[in-house]
């Protein structure tokens, strides 16, 4: 089993940044892709960036152009790189493999805030 460890949120003002990491532990050679997800309050949960073990990026179109997503495969850590962060971004962020599936452990995440 893996188990992955989300740090780096926080509150933040309109157009600031914010560094998010994930650091992995256990089975991670399974792993193929790594995603950010985030559920703002009411709204569904979503995969916001994607990052492949060669390096190949995907992002959903609203955070294009301002967040960068990365990872460390040697020190089994994913990383998301927030900027001109919007009050729309405000969500618990988790890290998981892409596809999640049912049996899918989401732990606590860590929460950004953005407001003025």
């Known amino acids: 089993q893996v188990q992955l460890v989300e740090s780096g949120g926080g509150l933040v003002q309109p157009g600031g940044s914010l560094r998010l990491s994930c650091a992995a532990s256990?089975?991670?050679?399974?792993?193929?892709?790594m995603g950010w997800y985030r559920q703002a309050p009411g709204k569904q949960r979503e995969l916001v960036a994607s990052i492949s073990r060669s390096g190949s990026t995907n992002y959903v179109d609203s955070v294009k152009g301002r967040f960068t997503i990365s990872r460390d495969n040697a020190k089994n850590t994913v990383y998301l790189q927030m900027n001109s962060l919007k009050p729309e971004d405000t969500a618990v962020y988790y890290c998981?493999?892409?596809?999640?599936?049912?049996?899918?452990?989401w732990g606590q995440g860590t929460q950004v805030t953005v407001s003025s």
């Open positions: 256990g089975s991670t050679f399974t792993i193929l892709i």
């Open positions: 998981n493999p892409v596809p999640v599936v049912a049996r899918t452990y």
